[in-house]
């Protein structure tokens, strides 16, 4: 029974993956949901064979590669953010000129 589920867990995170790296965010929420009730059903279960062992760290390193790539999905997004941010604050919004400081135009006047 563990081994199945063992097996399961790692065919969902293979699918996130695709998942992942296609942007598609119903299949990602989908699959993460999968997951995690997978490992929830193995948590309480500690006698695994050494084959299970394996799978396991097989497993974790699907789980963080995973990780990671969501990690750069959400920096990519915070870049894109500041420097659209960025870019609308130093120009003109709608017609209007983003207010400035007082400053001294001329000291002849």
Do not use: H
């Amino acid at each position: 029974m563990v081994r199945k589920e063992l097996i399961e867990l790692k065919e969902t995170l293979e699918k996130e993956k695709k998942a992942l790296m296609k942007g598609a965010i119903e299949e990602i929420l989908k699959w993460a949901s999968y997951k995690a009730r997978l490992a929830n059903s193995l948590k309480d279960k500690n006698d695994f064979t050494k084959e299970e062992q394996e799978m396991l760290e097989e497993i974790f390193r699907i789980n963080e590669k995973n990780k990671m790539i969501i990690q750069a999905g959400l920096n990519f997004v915070e870049e894109a953010y500041s420097f659209l941010t960025n870019i609308f604050c130093q120009q003109e919004t709608y017609g209007k000129v983003p207010q400035q400081p007082p400053r001294v135009i001329s000291k002849s006047a």
